[in-house]
């Protein structure tokens, strides 16, 4: 089974930088055909794909001027930092894995709760 947590903190203050880690369990992110995604879900819209890590990087084209994805191998962990943030960037970010190019995901963390204020 596996499973992926999202940690970080949950206040980040306006023009600062989010950094958000996802620890992976029963398996591993070192496989290049899985593709390790962040989505978020801000107050009152949809789902919104932040980006991956796979073989390459890929982000979305409205956040990639702010976006990071990187992994740790040795802690099956990757990471997302989004920099300059402001009250907008509120939402639950999640962390998944990717499947068939990264259209669709089987397996999603629970998500944590990320506010912007100052």
């Known amino acids: 089974q596996v499973q992926l947590q999202e940690s970080g903190p949950g206040l980040v203050k306006p023009s600062q930088t989010l950094s958000l880690t996802c620890t992976v369990s029963?398996?591993?992110?070192?496989?290049?055909?899985?593709?390790w995604t962040w989505i978020r879900q801000r107050p009152g819209k949809g789902l919104e794909w932040i980006g991956y890590?796979?073989?390459?990087?890929y982000y979305s084209p409205s956040l990639k001027s702010r976006t990071s994805i990187s992994r740790d191998t040795s802690k099956n962990q990757f990471t997302l930092q989004l920099s300059s943030v402001s009250p907008e960037d509120t939402a639950v970010y999640y962390c998944v894995r990717g499947i068939e190019s990264g259209w669709t995901y089987d397996y999603w963390g629970l998500g944590t709760q990320v506010f912007v204020s100052s």
């Open positions: 029963g398996g591993s992110i070192t496989a290049n055909y899985w593709y």
């Open positions: 890590i796979s073989y390459s990087t």
